[in-house]
Each structure stands twice: as structure tokens, then as C-alpha cells.
């Protein structure tokens, strides 16, 4: 038995409404072959990955997420937070390739797959494999204990029952069945570790079901990640401290519809704020006779991210344009003679920061 959906009261239908209408609104921008729509899917995969890990304590500037997505990762980062960066990086990227999909169905070998991504292949993590112990969920704060998973012996029938329950019908909506999957999954905690994680993308995967703007810009990790203690209150508020199939989830389906209606609007300010970066930088390029393959690399550097040659390599090949490393230097100095970058450092430590010609369409 897993915790039921509630009957949706009015004010929730309400709530559904105007989600789908903001959807709606946005779904046309956001699906467009554009050049710059790749830049924005990268970063919305970026905030989804930066704040969802942020949750779990791998904190990393926005900066340093987007390097990691493009096999970039600093130097100094370290090797715990890029391997939770790089988990659910390589599990979101999975998941929007197969849950689209109109044949796709949850099934186990799917969820530890993806759990085997999160925990960064760890062969040594219990990856991959329902616990085998009892667990229980410490505030690291406090030291409290808030929650107790499901017993062992009971997790293959729960999980058989998820299964059943959360694999994708059409005559389902599939934002409820998300938020109701996320909340049961996180309750029965059916690994050592890698849950809360697994419960995020888990909900992506069963948002990608319906005919909407893709799961990155429907996630709300972003959300999360800024009212982490609200998302924790109210899993405990609604948990009771240990796993119980009857607990009324009404109160997470509020806090979860609020969620995607306030991720929405983000959605919306990002893709605005982008539009006119590449909009203003794109005709500044232009004005110059310079090429325009280099304006996602200016756009990536005014969004306050990182840039070195080796990165500008990549969001060109990002956007379908591969260049070496002769041509990039090439391109650098043309961007820095003409105050579009600012170089900083020397040698192998050269990045490079965005110019007066480009910081001034901002000020």
C-alpha cells in the first residue's frame, strides 16, 4: 500500500489551471529550434542540477555547474561535489532521452540505473541495489532523527506497487502523478543513499509524459533549492516521522503546485533576461564584422559563467560549430582587441571576463 493521491479540491484545480495556461504561454518560446534555445536548455539543466545537489549540501556557484556540463569542471572543485554534479548531470541527460519516449514505463533496472548515475557509479556506494538495513534520516543540523523508511523485507512489494502506480497513463495527470511519486519514493526510502536526488528525477522523467515545454524547464529543483526548508517542513509535516501509507498528502500537493507555478515564473524571467543578452550582444557582433559563432561565448560570459578557450571550443561544438584550438585563440584575441572580453591571467591560466563594448549594453 503507498500513500494515495488525494481528491483535488477546487482551489487545487485552480492552481492546475493556471499552470497549464503558463505552460502554454511558454511552450512555444521554449520548444524553438533557435540558436540561443540551446544556450537557455543548458542552463535551466544547470540550475536544475545545481540546486537539487545544493539541497543535499554540494554547494557550487552557477559558474562552476555550467563548466561542469560542459566536461569543464575547475581545478578546484572537489571530487565529492563533482561527482554529484557529474551524477545528476549524466541522470537528467539520461532521463530526456528516454522519457519522452511513448513506449516508456518505470521499471526497476530504470530506477537504479538512474541511482547508479546519481551516486556517480560508485561501485562501492550500494548503488543500484534496494538497502538491505533499516535507515533513518538525521537532520544534519540538529542531529534529529525526522524520518524511518520503510522496513527492508517490505520494499520489493512497495516497489512493485510503484511501479504499477507511477508507470505513465494517458488518462492520468501526470503533474500530480510526479509530485505524488517524488513524496512516496522519498517516504519509503528504498536506498542506502541518493534519494532525495533519485525522488527529483524521478518526477522530471514523469513530467516529460505530457505534451509541454521539456522537463528542464517544468522541474523545480530550482524552486527547491531556494525553500529547501519549507520543501523539508513540509515532507515532515505531511511523513510523521516514519513510513505510514495513510498519512494525508494533501498539504504536499499544495506545496508542490505552488512550486511549479513559482518555477514557472522563473522560467519565464530567465528566458526573457536571455533573450535580450543574445539579442543586444548578436547585433553589437554584427555591427563589428565579427563572426557570429562567437556570440553564445559572450552570452555565457556576461551570464557571469566562466570562459577559457578550452570552454569556448565547447559551447561552439554546443551549437554545432567545431573549431580547434588555433581558431579559438584566433577568436579570443578578435573579442579582446575589440573590448567584447577582457583576458585574465596568462598561459594555460587565461580566462577571460566580458569587455566595456558588452558590459555597457547592460549598465
Known amino acids: 500500500m503507498l500513500v494515495a493521491t488525494p481528491s483535488l479540491t477546487r482551489a487545487q484545480l485552480l492552481m492546475l489551471e493556471d499552470i497549464w495556461l503558463l505552460q502554454a504561454e511558454l511552450a512555444p518560446s521554449l520548444n524553438e529550434p533557435k540558436i540561443w534555445t540551446g544556450t537557455l536548455r543548458r542552463q535551466a539543466l544547470a540550475r536544475v542540477v545545481r540546486f537539487s545537489a545544493g539541497i543535499e549540501g554540494y554547494e557550487a556557484t552557477s559558474s562552476v555547474v555550467n563548466s561542469v556540463l ?7 572543485l572537489s571530487d565529492e561535489t563533482l561527482v554529484a554534479l557529474s551524477g545528476y548531470r549524466d541522470a537528467m541527460s539520461f532521463l530526456l532521452r528516454v522519457a519522452a519516449a511513448p513506449d516508456f514505463k518505470i521499471e526497476q533496472n530504470y530506477l537504479n ?9 560508485q561501485a562501492s556506494s550500494d548503488s543500484a541495489s534496494l538497502r538491505e538495513k533499516d535507515i533513518s534520516v538525521v537532520d544534519q543540523r540538529s ?11 517490505e520494499l520489493p512489494k512497495l516497489m512493485g506497487e510503484f511501479i504499477k502506480r507511477y508507470s505513465p497513463r494517458p488518462d492520468r495527470i501526470a503533474i500530480i502523478d510526479a509530485a505524488m511519486a517524488h513524496l512516496n519514493l522519498l517516504l519509503i526510502h528504498p536506498y542506502s543513499d541518493g534519494n532525495g536526488r533519485l525522488a527529483r528525477v524521478l518526477q522530471s522523467s514523469l513530467l516529460a509524459q505530457e505534451e509541454k515545454p521539456s522537463p528542464l524547464f517544468l522541474s523545480v529543483e530550482e ?3 531556494m525553500n529547501t526548508d519549507a520543501y523539508y517542513r513540509v515532507l515532515a509535516g505531511v511523513g510523521q ?7 494525508d498528502a494533501s498539504p504536499w500537493l499544495n506545496f508542490m503546485l505552488s512550486a511549479h507555478l513559482e518555477q514557472l515564473h522563473f522560467v519565464k524571467q530567465h528566458s526573457a533576461d536571455l533573450t535580450k543578452k ?5 547585433k553589437l557582433v554584427e555591427s563589428l564584422g565579427i563572426n557570429e559563432r562567437c556570440v553564445p561565448a559572450l552570452v555565457h560570459a556576461q ?5 577559457t578557450n578550452s570552454i569556448y571550443r565547447q559551447l561552439l561544438l554546443e551549437a ?7 581558431t579559438a585563440s584566433r577568436d579570443l584575441a578578435l573579442l579582446c582587441e575589440n573590448q567584447l572580453l577582457e583576458p585574465i591571467g596568462e598561459n594555460n591560466a587565461r580566462s577571460y571576463r566580458p569587455g566595456q563594448a558588452v558590459t555597457g549594453l547592460f549598465s
Not at 278 to 282: K, Q
Request: net charge positive; glycine share 16%.
Open 70 to 76: 560542459l566536461n569543464q569542471g575547475p581545478a578546484d
Open 113 to 121: 540505473a538512474i541511482h547508479f548515475m546519481i551516486l556517480g557509479g
Open 143 to 153: 542531529g534529529l532523527r525526522v524520518h524511518q523508511g520503510a522496513e527492508p523485507a
Open 223 to 225: 524552486y527547491l533549492g
Open 241 to 247: 516521522g516514519q513510513w505510514n501509507p495513510k498519512v
Open 278 to 282: 543574445w539579442v543586444l550582444i548578436s
Open 303 to 307: 551570464s557571469q559563467n566562466r570562459l
Open 320 to 326: 554545432g560549430d567545431r573549431v580547434g584550438l588555433l
